[in-house]
């Protein structure tokens, strides 16, 4: 017997005794999407945008200039990680850096656990508790 009819022959064994395909059980997730976090920059010094994931670890994701407005986009493979905590260090006072980790010196936001379509907005001031987040629902 050929392979090919050997494969023909057991597959049609296998439909006369009633087998039925299997398929592998896949979960089914949402994909995660971007989040856009909008920088309204009032501060005499630039600031830097961090996140820190869901899992613990810190994310730069932008500088934005003193006077500016900039649109930063979290990416999927960060937002994905499950709640983030967003943080805006401004440049001065160059203590807000000590120790070259978990900035000391900025705004943080609570964990957050955002939903498709929303975004953040910042507005860093000059004198920081002056500042505001706004979640902007979609």
């Known amino acids: 017997m050929k392979k090919g009819t050997l494969h023909l022959a057991v597959a049609a064994g296998l439909l006369a005794l009633g087998a039925n395909s299997v398929e592998a059980e896949t979960p089914v997730t949402a994909p995660a999407s971007t989040l856009e976090v909008r920088v309204i920059n009032n501060n005499a010094s630039p600031v830097q945008v961090y996140v820190r994931d869901g899992m613990g670890k ?24 499950g709640a983030l905590q967003l943080k805006i260090v401004p440049s001065q006072p160059v ?33 920081l508790p002056d500042s505001r987040v706004e979640i902007v629902k979609g």
Do not use: C, Q
Not at 109 to 116: A, E, G, Q
């Open 58 to 81: 810190l994310h730069r994701m932008a500088m934005v200039a003193s006077a500016d407005v900039r649109i930063v986009e979290i990416p999927s493979e960060i937002t994905g990680l």
């Open 95 to 127: 203590w807000s850096y000590a120790g070259g980790g978990d900035p000391m010196y900025a705004i943080r936001t609570h964990d957050l656990d955002l939903k498709s379509g929303e975004a953040v907005n910042f507005w860093v001031e000059d004198h």
